[in-house]
């Protein structure tokens, strides 16, 4: 099995807006107000794929430049089930018959999902699971059990975390929403670890092939994800590489890279882990507008790579590896690198 997870980045489409609502026969449901409408038809020519440029790129970086095609990916930011059907119809060939993603209480619409090669088993979402009267999920935590054979089960749990993002009119005002999102974002990590721990028993969570995935908004020394990533027992796939190899986002407003992309295996699933096999894909990332290309690559250029927030003994590293033809520091297949982990399964 051929796994990946990707962070797609604004994965939206827009749509052609109806007068009357789907199969109105009788025309009781028109609008007159040129800027209200109804959701078309799900059928060809009705959406158009916000930044189809950017998508197409994204393929690129989720196929490792044509050269394979994941049995399983993972996504996070994708605005709908429509818009990650398109994807794949439009710039994946139609490679996957399985395709999932649920609504979930973000603002934003940007969700999480799933495209499989292999049959869905089952599906189990935790976006009405609550702490305190509140939401604990601002997306999901997904779980998609697939079935690989007969009688072979891989479980994902997928995740995308509160973002450290904090706005406010002052400085004290953005740190209280850093607070508060530091906040959630530990529940969020805790919840998966009970969830893991109500789903599997102590002798399952040893036999049983699951994984927890996403885009955590962290990194793996963060203490909001501790119980997570240092304390459940799980295995972290990208500790099997270099500590330099296992940045995975760009931020190019501070050029900065970390670790905000996570898989996590369970013992037995980290037992089927190739040698050799977690790898990233890096040639869709973009880079600041004062950078230039030169053969092929960009003129040699650092960035900082941080292992927790503000990091002060930040290393630097450099970014001049190769991009693919198109990336610019506007055309971007992502922030984030695709992770692709191959099994013996």
């Known amino acids: 099995m051929l796994l990946c997870n990707f962070?797609?980045?604004?994965?939206?489409?827009?749509?052609?807006?109806?007068?009357?609502?789907?199969?109105?026969?009788?025309?009781?449901?028109?609008?007159?107000?040129?800027?209200?409408?109804?959701?078309?038809?799900?059928?060809?020519?009705?959406?158009?794929?916000f930044n189809p440029e950017q998508r197409k790129l994204g393929a690129l970086a989720l196929t490792r430049g044509n050269t394979v095609l994941p049995d399983v990916v993972c996504v996070q930011e994708v605005e709908s089930l429509i818009a990650l059907r398109e994807f794949n119809e439009r710039f994946l060939a139609n490679a996957?018959?399985?395709v999932v993603v649920l609504d979930s209480r973000d603002l934003r619409q940007i969700d999480v999902g799933i495209l499989s090669k292999y049959p869905i088993d089952g599906i189990t979402t935790h976006v009405d699971?609550?702490?305190?009267?509140?939401?604990i999920f601002s997306r999901d935590c997904l779980e998609v059990r697939l079935?690989?054979?007969?009688?072979?089960?891989?479980?994902?749990?997928?995740?995308?975390?509160?973002?450290?993002?904090?706005?406010?009119?002052?400085?004290?005002?953005?740190?209280?929403?850093?607070?508060?999102a530091n906040e959630r974002r530990q529940l969020q990590a805790?919840?998966?670890?009970?969830?893991?721990?109500?789903?599997?028993s102590a002798a399952a969570f040893k036999s049983e092939y699951f994984a927890v995935l996403g885009d955590f908004n962290d990194t793996p020394l963060a203490p909001q994800l501790a119980k997570l990533c240092q304390k459940s027992g799980l295995v972290d796939a990208l500790a099997t590489l270099a500590p330099?190899?296992?940045w995975t986002h760009y931020w190019k407003a501070k050029n900065s890279v970390s670790q905000l992309d996570h898989v996590l295996l369970s013992p037995a699933l980290a037992g089927k882990l190739k040698k050799n096999g977690v790898s990233l894909e890096r040639r869709g990332l973009g880079f600041r507008s004062e950078s230039k290309k030169a053969?092929?690559?960009?003129?040699?250029?650092?960035?900082r790579l941080e292992t927790i927030e503000d990091d002060p003994n930040a290393l630097a590293i450099d970014f001049q590896f190769e991009r693919f033809t198109?990336?610019?520091?506007?055309?971007?297949?992502?922030?984030?690198?695709?992770?692709?982990?191959?099994?013996?399964?």
């Open 295 to 303: 053969d092929g690559g960009t003129l040699p250029r650092q960035v």
């Open 7 to 49: 962070n797609v980045n604004n994965l939206f489409v827009r749509y052609k807006f109806g007068k009357t609502f789907p199969g109105d026969q009788s025309g009781k449901s028109g609008v007159l107000d040129p800027n209200v409408g109804y959701l078309p038809l799900y059928q060809k020519g009705a959406f158009d794929v």
């Open 147 to 180: 079935q690989l054979k007969k009688n072979v089960f891989v479980t994902l749990f997928i995740n995308h975390f509160k973002s450290k993002l904090a706005l406010g009119a002052n400085e004290e005002a953005r740190n209280n929403e850093r607070t508060r």
């Open 190 to 200: 805790e919840t998966v670890v009970s969830l893991l721990k109500a789903r599997f």
């Open 326 to 345: 198109e990336i610019s520091s506007s055309n971007v297949a992502s922030d984030h690198c695709p992770i692709f982990l191959s099994f013996n399964l």
């Open 96 to 98: 996957y018959p399985y």
């Open 244 to 246: 330099r190899e296992r």
């Open 129 to 135: 699971d609550m702490a305190a009267g509140n939401y």
